[in-house]
């Protein structure tokens, strides 16, 4: 693959005249150095990005303490028993190959003073351009009476690994006639249909295993979800008489959880000997952002819609589910977008590199019943200071089991892609 | 940075990379097209892989064109393809044709499926 440098190479100076007019931004020695902090959809696509097209012009960094990464997305087809836990694993040896640094540390805090990244041993990385893709940290004090210290006896499983792996064995263990109770989050949230989507995925373990007296309740402070025509649609055609969602209209609110006993009190009704309690809290941008500051009121981090820029740091980008990106939902496809615009930015900063304007995209698929799959996506452009959509699209109920298919089919072929995309 | 863009583009125009791909009526804008493909390998995997959704590494040009023309015209069905084909330019569609086709050429061939 031809790069940039090849091309201003071969034409001789007229590409590097043409840009001479830009002042050079002041570098450290050497190759310029771009740390990111993060290795999920956001982080590891703009680390493999970088590393790729700049072909070795920039020092790549990439932190993230796992050693493996298990997708969040597709986490509810593992639930829902159609992936293995292997499927939904990605190790980083490929990014690695690739020129990619990646150091398995956590990282505890951002000098944006000196341009530097400590690590928890001590460690510390210089960097010229910082991303920060750290996903989302829970408020676990946002449901009463469950906290932190519960989330192994009712798990939120809004973050994937072990968890996703506990609550798996808990819907397992669940009795035909057992109630499952989730409590969904309230809006801005990671992944808008993911909890619908593990709703029919539980639904369907359930059913599978002839488990159909068994009910699951929503308990949403929403009054309305991504794609609700369509879960509604299939819940009833496939799952009758096994899902409740309530509207906080309904349920007027979940009052108290109290995890020992098992019992769930909302304003209209007490649930009690809950079998299953999936606790989804609201959510914020991870600790390692707000603590560097680059959060605002909302939790989640402002940038620039043009590039992903932080508006709080001009040498800091923040992409992916903790920052605030208008229109586009948190999501890992969004997340992916997004950090290849942040990577051609940054690569137009340090290296001169051509850049385009920035365009954003973003298709979510959920798994509803075998062979039962809709979607909802769009194309997104900064839009007077905001990430706008400029066209969207959803699938319509009462589309034929064939176009369902279909859209499962691409499901699946979007999920080998976008690791391979990902990890490399 | 504008102005930088619009003389990157000249100098583009007459590299010897255009020569290196098939010679074509008018030299596509190969990098443009990279850029944009950023939005489609998330799906048509640059591997060549394919699992539910098509391979496109390779396709010859004017294929290319026609095809994604027919999702922009909503003559060929789905809605992910109309909705991306919709945004599209003529000059984006031609720079994105001229990219997969110079993929085709120098990437090696497809890894046999299964986990890549």
Known sequence: MISRRQFAKMAGGTVLAASGALALPALAQGKPKVVVLGGGPAGATAARYLAKDAAGAIEVTLVEPAKQFITCFHSNLYLGGFKSFEQITHTYDKLSAQGVKVVHQAATAIDREKKQVRLADGAVLAYDRLVVGPGIDLKYDSVPGWGQEHEEVMPHAWKAGPQTKLLR?????????????????????????????????MAHALKKAGKTKSKIIVLDPKATFSKQGLFQEGWEKHYPGMVEWLAPTVHDGVKSVDPKAGTIVTGFETYKNVALANIIPAQMAGKIARDAGLADGSGYCPIDAASMKSKMDPNIYVIGDASIAGDMPKSAFAANSQAKVAAMMIRGELVQARTFPARYANTCWSLIAPDDTVKVGGRYEDKDGKIGTIEGFVSKTGETAALRKQTQEENMGWYDGIVADIFG | MRLSWYAWRLSVATLALSAALAPSA?????????????????????????????????????????VINAYRWKERDNVVMQTIAARLTDEDIQALAAYFEALGKLTHPPTPAGKS
């Open chain 1, 169 to 201: 064995a808990k819907l397992d263990a669940v009795a035909d006639g057992g109630l499952i109770v989730m409590v969904a989050p309230p809006n801005p949230y990671r992944c808008p249909p993911g909890p619908y989507e593990r709703v029919s995925m």
């Open chain 2, 26 to 66: 008018h030299a596509a804008d190969v990098a443009l097209g990279e850029y944009l493909a950023g939005e489609c390998v998330t799906c048509h995997q640059r591997s060549g892989n394919s699992n539910g959704i098509p391979s496109i590494i390779g396709w010859p040009a004017d294929q290319f064109e026609v």
